[in-house]
């Protein structure tokens, strides 16, 4: 028996013709803003997205939009299949609504002209409450899409840095990070499930850009990259850090509408 490892399995090799007829067949969704659409191309089908910022209500209403037009058909812009949204909270020292508003989602499927039961029926719904519970419900939530696969086409993970943000044991904190998007974008590339994260931003000084909180392995995972800012009365400004199609960075402003206690995208 040869004492040398085997070799590697061969490349297989893909022209860019069989490339571009994949891109052009791939399902896109849209962000609720069609300037955020300009700027990102879309939400796609099998690609990584983390937005982030230091303004929680932006990333919230991006959210539940997001979450309402995965639902609406593909005419629409929408991916017309069902969404698996994971909020990681302490849910026993906040309100029990902030794990998800049935108010909120039913707000933005109206302003959307959908039926809020019709969202209700296509969303699930699980919950992380500590760093730890994060690798469980990980690995519920990819056996979930392993399962339903031809179902799911939106993965949203809310607050993914939450427990990093509060844990005194930042590089246990990355691990865990690590661990958990690996299980999940592994899975989700797979089925072509597209993964929306939202995430704090750090502070730095006025005119900088600041990173993501979470460490740079946040950087390495997701294929695009936004921030988020507040701008000027009713708009955002967003600056597009990462994308694997477009040069970078590049910014556009966002409107935004007050309807009830929701701020959505327009």
Known sequence: M????????????????????????????TSGSSELDSLIDGIQEGQF????????????GLVYGLLVNCVRSTKEHGFESRAVYVNNVDYYQQDKSAVLSPEKIAIAAKCARIEPKIVFKNLFVQIAYNQQHQLAVAKQVSEFIESKHEDVKLLVINNLTKFFKDSKNKISAAITIKEVLGMLCKTCARRKVAVVCTSDANVTKKGVIPRPIGGTYLKHTFNVFVHFREFQYSSIKATLIKHQYSKTPRSAILYTKRTGKMLLLV
Not at 4 to 14: E, K, N, R, V
Not at 16 to 25: I, V
């Open 49 to 60: 997205y983390l937005f982030y910022s230091a303004n929680r209500t932006v990333l919230e």
């Open 2 to 29: 040869s004492i040398f490892p085997s070799s590697p399995p061969a490349m297989q090799m893909q022209s860019a013709f069989e490339h571009f007829n994949e891109y052009r067949c791939m399902l896109k969704m």
